[in-house]
């Protein structure tokens, strides 16, 4: 079964900033695709970024990016010039063939000013 | 508006007492699901629906019915709700499929079963 890691349970950067936070995974498919979350205090699931699997580009989105490794089941968010609104827990999530969808356990990210 | 909406959005209610949860979309999406979300377990699944009539299980669907008579509404059932139900529910809905597609979540519903 597939399984979702994010080994950070917090984090905090400077505001203007960058931070990385870490997702690994495990699976024996070849096509998938990865997602990045945010949660801020309203509770509200927002999607921050995805990248499939097959795509060696790795994907952007203003401020967000990846670094995806897909040999080491790799898959992290950085966040450059963090701003206070960035504050929020981040999920990594996985969705294969199956259809389902897995997250990992959250990263509480706090920017500071 | 696109959205997904979920009622209620607070629940206290005790161990035994049949409830639903109801979940509805408007943008008509075909797939639609229910998670659970747990301090340090982040969200789990617990159904997902391919389409009406459709329903399948996902990582912890023990406790749980869900039914998909209409595209639009997905509820959930706790036929006998327990303790180790208390959580916060999000509803989740995407065309298919659902790997590519964003995916839309509702507001989520505080559950405590007392």
């Known amino acids: 079964a597939q399984t979702v890691t994010q080994s950070q349970p917090e984090m905090s950067v400077q505001e203007a900033e960058t931070v990385t936070l870490s997702c690994t995974y495990d699976t024996s498919e070849s096509n998938y695709y990865l997602f990045w979350y945010k949660q801020p205090p309203s509770r509200q699931m927002i999607l921050v970024i995805r990248?499939?699997?097959?795509?060696?580009q790795n994907a952007t989105e203003n401020r967000f990016s990846v670094n995806f490794q897909k040999a080491a089941k790799s898959f992290s968010l950085k966040i450059s010039d963090s701003q206070l609104g960035d504050t929020a827990m981040y999920f990594c999530a996985f969705s294969g063939g199956n259809n389902d969808m897995r997250f990992g356990a959250g990263t509480r990210l706090t920017v500071k000013p | 508006e696109a959205q997904v909406t979920q009622n209620p959005r607070y629940l206290i209610t005790v161990t035994g007492k049949k409830l639903t949860v109801t979940c509805s979309q408007n943008?008509?999406?075909?797939?639609m699901s229910w998670y659970r979300q747990d301090p340090g377990l982040g969200l789990r699944q617990i159904y997902y629906s391919m389409n009406v009539e459709v329903t399948d299980k996902g990582d912890v669907p023990e406790g749980y019915k869900v039914s998909r008579k209409e595209k639009r509404n997905f509820p959930l059932i706790l036929e006998s709700p327990s303790p180790n139900q208390t959580s916060l529910y999000f509803c989740a809905s995407s065309r298919v499929p659902p790997t590519y597609n964003e995916q839309f979540f509702g507001p989520g519903t505080r559950l405590t079963v007392l």
């Open positions: 943008m008509n999406h075909e797939y």
């Open positions: 990248q499939e699997a097959y795509k060696q």
